[in-house]
Structures are given as C-alpha cells and as structure tokens.
C-alpha cells in the first residue's frame, strides 16, 4: 500500500461530509470565526536558532494592547500540569495580569469527552490539550479553529516538521501546534549489557538469546506497561508491515484502510509479533513472569530501576523519571525486527495544543499569546531540561542531557512516524490497543485469530461511524 506523505502528500481517510455537533456550536463557531479574522501571519526574519516568537511579540505590541484578554482555561491535562504549561502560564500573566488560570482535571480516559463534552456545550476552554496523532477527532468534526494566519509564519516555520504534520487539514489549515512530542522506544540497563557483554539487539533472535541468558541469573528481559500502554510494544509492528506487506501499510492499518483479518497479509503479520510477544511471556522473560500482563506503568519502571528487568518498553518522555531513580547507565534502542536488514519504526506522539473553534474573541486572543509564549525558546528549553524533546527542534538549547540529545537525534533518522499507531482509528481501539493486543492472546482470553477479529471489528465499526 503507497504511502504518499512520504512524497510530501498527505492522505487520511475523511468522510465527505462531518458530523453535525449541535445548532448551538454551528453558530459559535461563525460567530468566533468571525469575530476573530484578522491577522496577517507575517513576520521579520529571524536568525537560525533564534526565537521567533520573539520577534513576533515585538512587532506586535501596539495591537496587543488593544486587545482584550480573556480567562485561560486550559483542558486535557492529567494530573498536576507539566512544569512547561507553569511555567508558560506565569509568563503570560507577567505579561497580562489580569489573566485568570483554570485546569479542567480529567484522566487518560475520559480525556477526549471531557473537552468535546465542553466544546459541544458551548462553555469551551480556551485551550484542548491532546495526542497529535489522535487530534483529528475534534478537527474532524468542526471543533479547532484554523491557526493559519494567526500564529506567526516564522513561529509556524520552526515547528519540527514531523510533529506539525499531524496537526494539518487537507487544504493546509493549522488546527493545532505541537509543544513537544515523544516516541515509544526501548531503555535498557546499559551497566548489565556492558557487564555481560551483550551488543544492542538487533533482530528477535538475538533479543530472545540475551532474555535466556539474563533468566539464568533470575533477571527479567524486559518490563512494560501492559495495563494501559500496551502500544509501547505493539510499535514492534510498523517495520515488519511496511517491509512485509508494502510501504506505508502501518499508516494504512492505523487510518482503519487495510483488514488485519486473519489470513490478510497485514493481519499475519501482526500475529507473528503477538506470537513473538506470547513466547517471551511463555518463556518468563516478561516481568513478572505470570503476571506480567497486568503491571502498571509504576510497577514496570520499579523493575527497570531496581534491576530486575534489563529493559524496559516505554515512551521516551519518561527518560527524566527513570534517570532519577536508576543508578546504573541506561541506554536506549529502537525495537529489534524479525529479521536483519528490516528497518525498525515507531510511532512519534506530538503533546499538542488546540484552540476551540467556538472560542470567544477575549479566549482566542488569550490561547493565540499563550501558544506564542510556548513555541518560544524560553518555555522550549524548559522542556529540555525536564528531559522531553521540544517541538522547535531548530532552537538552540544549553545543557542538553546527553542521552535525551541521542533520543532526539532520532527525529532525523526517519524512523519515527506520526500517524502510525491504530490508537487513531477511534477510542475503542485505542483502549483494545492500549490493554489488550498482547494481554488477550497471552492470557488465553481470546486466540491470536479472534484478537485480530476483534480487531477488524472496531476498524470497520469506526468506518461506519464516520
């Protein structure tokens, strides 16, 4: 299957026509659109490495201060907010005091209807705080403004360019802004390797030789997160189907395009991974041993730090976490193929922030300041020195963590793709994907012939949804 985003096109499956919301969102969508149109998009040219957003604010000032600022809502974030939306918000109110700030709680998974709950209400936030790769299910159905044209180009033109495509409609409307982004990868005890002279797994067979001789010792093979984030390890299957099956045929099965039935060419490639994954489990090199399909992300990364597992399947974002409470050298990997010569690929996972299209005017002038004050070079560095990758990759940034410099230069290699991962497709296979790809077939709830079923059902029900 061709994969024209690759040629610098773009194809996503869209229906021809979008759900309807509600009369009352229609209408406020005109009315914030048109209240808000204005804005030119240019801007001076700013010297590489240099922070445009900078530049930006200056040359604004005299029409900043005839705007009028309203209260910064900010929904999406779970738990206690990042240090970068701190510390972003109290440069905005240094800037305009009279700013109040609100988070809307939710969880992981009542993320998504909390802000379309809202939105669809008419009562938006002034920022949706989202997965890029799943950014869609609110600009599909009419809820993001378009921010060309209102965020500078300079700003817009620094934007990594691999998180921002995501974010795209199909006429080249900007619906939301990455701030940083991660990517499911593989960390690993580095000490141990080095001590029993293991080389980084290339292929499965050399992974599985280095989990045999590490179970002699009473030490696991790896550990994950298999409660929520079984997708860490399901990205074991992007090479295998662009290799196997044709280019850009990942992207296909997580836009819901190609069937994994059993006997599809995509689906037997899947079930070779779960088969791998089931005989690692089978075999106790899944920490800890039966239960391994049931272990939360604390629980995994308690194994990996305390050295009872030598890996760990997890997203890059948690380097800083593990960094803390490791004492040994940890290295990182992309995920080993079936065989030599097969280039590995994983799923990058933009952090993004969206304005509602039924914004006021006062939240539309608020959320445009504060994304402005996020891209900008100050914030960007202080996702770096909490160990993330920062959206605005063409910045310059001090003190860079040497291993976080080693995750990002994976952004160049061209084997981290957005839009991937078939947590995409729709919420419910986010959740199956998430908590059950592995855990059924291991657990014997359900054969590798009746998850990939399962699997085709929630693809052709999120079809006829749409």
């Not at 061709?2 to 509600?22: C, F, H, Q, V, Y």
């Not at 938006?124 to 299910?137: A, C, E, F, H, K």
């Not at 409609?169 to 080095?194: C, Q, R, S, W």
């Not at 939240?363 to 990758?389: K, Y």
Request: negative net charge.
């Amino acid at each position: 299957m061709a994969d024209d985003r690759r040629n610098g096109k773009r194809e996503r499956s869209i229906p021809m026509l979008r759900k309807t919301i509600s009369v009352l969102l229609a209408l406020a969508m005109v009315s914030a659109l048109t209240a808000c149109a204005g804005g030119d998009g240019s801007s001076e040219s700013t010297p590489a490495g240099a922070d445009p957003s900078s530049a930006a604010s200056a040359g604004g000032a005299s029409e900043a201060e005839d705007k009028t600022y309203g209260k910064l809502t900010i929904s999406g974030v779970t738990g206690d907010p990042d240090a970068f939306i701190v510390a972003g918000v109290e440069k905005l109110q240094a800037e305009h005091p009279e700013i109040e700030v609100e988070y809307i709680p939710c969880d992981n998974s009542t993320r998504e209807q909390v802000i379309k709950t809202a939105i669809s209400a008419g009562d938006p936030p002034t920022i949706g705080y989202y997965w890029g790769t799943r950014v869609n299910s609110f600009y599909d159905i009419g809820m993001n403004l378009d921010l060309k044209g209102k965020i500078s180009e300079e700003i817009v033109s620094n934007v990594n360019e691999g998180m921002l495509e995501p974010c795209l409609g199909e006429n080249g409307e900007i619906y939301a802004l990455p701030m940083k982004t991660v990517y499911h990868t593989t960390f690993y005890n580095k000490t141990m390797f080095d001590e029993y002279g293991f080389e980084e797994p290339e292929t499965w067979d050399e992974m599985t030789a280095i989990f045999e001789t590490l179970k002699a010792d009473d030490i696991f093979g790896f550990s994950t997160n298999s409660a929520t984030m079984q997708d860490c390890l399901y990205g074991m299957t992007y090479g295998e189907l662009d290799a196997k099956v044709g280019e850009g045929t990942a992207y296909g099965v997580a836009d819901g395009t190609v069937s994994v039935l059993p006997g599809t060419e995509a689906g037997e490639v899947i079930r070779g991974c779960i088969e791998q994954v089931q005989a690692w489990y089978e075999a106790g090199y899944w920490y800890p041993g039966d239960g391994g399909i049931n272990v939360t992300q604390d629980d995994a990364n308690a194994a990996f730090s305390q050295g009872r597992a030598a890996c760990t399947f997890i997203y890059s974002g948690a380097l800083e976490v593990l960094k803390n409470s490791c004492d040994f050298e940890i290295g990182t990997f992309m995920k080993p193929t079936s065989e030599a010569g097969i280039t590995s690929i994983d799923n990058i996972e933009p952090d993004v922030f969206f304005i509602p299209s039924n914004a006021s005017e006062e939240q539309i002038n608020t959320g445009l300041a504060f994304l402005e004050i996020i891209l900008g070079h100050e914030i960007q560095q202080t996702i770096v020195d909490s160990g993330q990758t920062p959206s605005m990759t063409s910045y310059t940034f001090e003190n860079v963590d040497p291993l976080l410099e080693e995750v990002m230069a994976e952004l160049d290699s061209g084997r981290l793709q957005a839009g991937v991962n078939p947590c995409r497709t729709s919420s419910e296979m986010q959740n199956f994907i998430k908590q059950q790809i592995f855990a059924a077939p291991c657990s014997g709830t359900m054969t590798i012939d009746q998850t990939l079923e399962e699997m085709e059902r929630i693809r052709l029900a999120a079809g006829e949804a749409q």
